[in-house]
């Protein structure tokens, strides 16, 4: 008698409101193998792990068939999904439900204080355990999550889009973390668009088009790679904007700020003007105060000292994109605007609830709200987080559309694309 897979999924069907999500997708991986699941934005790639969890039945109202078996084990809830499977979702804000990092990682772990203060400091957020959660950046929140998923010893860990709010060395210490798991017999499934990122890593390849899925051994294999390989070379031949140095449409000098329970500075004396028709990258790493910054541009916060000067008519685009839609509907957000939804690719989910949507398309609903307000300054975090190649570069071109029509633009992001498009860099830390 064969061994069961660790968790083996047969003729997934998941219909989402009368519409097929995915359809008939059958896998299986074994104890300490990676599975990387790729596809375009808004193919079905969290609405997976969803499924996997049975969340997409309990909190979406899908409906599931099909087979999951976790060793032989049928997953008919997310009672029992709980006990094997540890999911890490995309939106980093819905990890953490604790004032403070420390007591988020007492709760789940069985380690000593002095082995958690170890592995925290392994995963570089041992700084920031006693911080104020609302503090705390995007990308910080994520290693806490996986540090909580890496000691929780489950049996499968999703891991969705884990690598989007992380700089380039973090993202491959979530590589490194991946291997761990994998030797100490912890199977994985990944939802990533950055391909080489994984190849190391991975045992199989899960593609997923139109609601269909084919497996492949190596990402090399699959139709994306090639497509990947001439996006790369279409967005080199982006060209920075042409700004107007002459008029300064946000202007900021030696700015100071602390979190009111922080010990240090998170801004120390930044000097950043904001030029009519241009685009600003502020970069830096993972809690260097990049999100911190653009809240201090956008009002939001008040610098410790230092001087402002701002105009009215600014729009902030927040890491968390729901904090910028305030509509039911796409097709309300964008006041039946389809011209504005075909140039950022929503014309199809223009009636989807915005709960129903995926953080990509979430994220391109804000940014095609904020383009049709024509803005005198944009300031936006992060804009091509969870989305694929094809979507980012349909930003990166609107990006540039609103700044040709005078607006300044801002943008807090560790997405080396921005370079294409950027005439001012500004990196913190």
Not at 40 to 56: C, E, N, V, Y
Not at 175 to 193: A, M, P, R
Request: proline residues 4%.
């Amino acid at each position: 008698m064969r061994e069961p897979k660790v968790l083996e999924v047969k003729d997934l069907k998941v219909e989402a409101r009368g519409r097929t999500i995915l359809n008939h997708i059958s896998f299986s991986i074994d104890r300490g193998e990676t599975l990387l699941v790729l596809g375009r934005s808004g193919s079905g790639k969290t609405t997976l792990l969803r499924a996997l969890t049975f969340i997409a039945k309990e909190l979406f109202d899908m409906v599931i068939k099909g087979s999951i078996e976790i060793y032989g084990e049928k997953i008919r809830n997310s009672y029992s999904a709980s006990k094997h499977i540890c999911y890490i979702v995309q939106e980093p804000w819905f990890s953490i439900s604790t004032p403070y990092p420390y007591i988020e990682i007492m709760f789940y772990s069985r380690n000593s204080f002095p082995e958690i203060i170890g592995m925290a400091k392994e995963f570089g957020i041992h700084n920031c355990l006693w911080s104020s959660t609302s503090s705390l950046s995007a990308g910080e929140i994520e290693r806490i999550a996986l540090l909580e998923a890496y000691i929780s010893r489950k049996d499968v860990i999703l891991i969705d889009e884990a690598s989007s709010y992380l700089d380039t060395q973090s993202r491959y210490k979530i590589v490194e973390l991946v291997k761990k798991l994998k030797n100490s017999g912890i199977s994985t499934v990944v939802v990533d668009h950055d391909v080489e990122l994984w190849r190391s890593v991975v045992d199989s390849v899960l593609y997923i088009d139109n609601g269909s899925a084919k497996i492949y051994e190596d990402p090399k294999e699959t139709p994306i790679y090639d497509d990947l390989t001439k996006l790369n070379e279409y967005a080199e031949k982006l060209s920075p904007c042409s700004s107007n140095e002459d008029e300064i449409v946000i202007e900021a000098r030696d700015v100071w700020f602390k979190y009111p329970d922080g010990e240090r500075y998170v801004i120390n004396g930044v000097d950043i003007d904001i030029e009519k028709g241009g685009i600003t990258w502020i970069k830096g790493a993972s809690g260097s105060g990049k999100s911190t910054l653009l809240k201090i541009l956008a009002g939001i916060l008040k610098p410790v000292k230092g001087s402002m000067r701002r105009p009215k008519g600014i729009q902030f685009i927040p890491e968390n994109p729901l904090h910028y839609i305030s509509s039911p509907t796409p097709r309300e957000e964008l006041m039946n605007r389809i011209d504005i939804a075909k140039k950022f690719n929503l014309e199809k989910a223009l009636d989807t609830p915005i709960a129903m949507l995926s953080s990509g398309e979430k994220r391109r609903l804000a940014i095609a709200s904020a383009f049709i307000r024509q803005p005198k300054a944009l300031l936006i975090d992060e804009p091509t987080v969870g989305l694929d190649p094809w979507n980012a570069i349909h930003v990166l071109e609107s990006l540039c559309l609103l700044a040709k029509h005078g607006c300044g633009i801002a943008v807090a992001s560790h997405g080396e694309e921005l370079r294409y498009i950027s005439n001012n860099v500004i990196e913190l830390g």
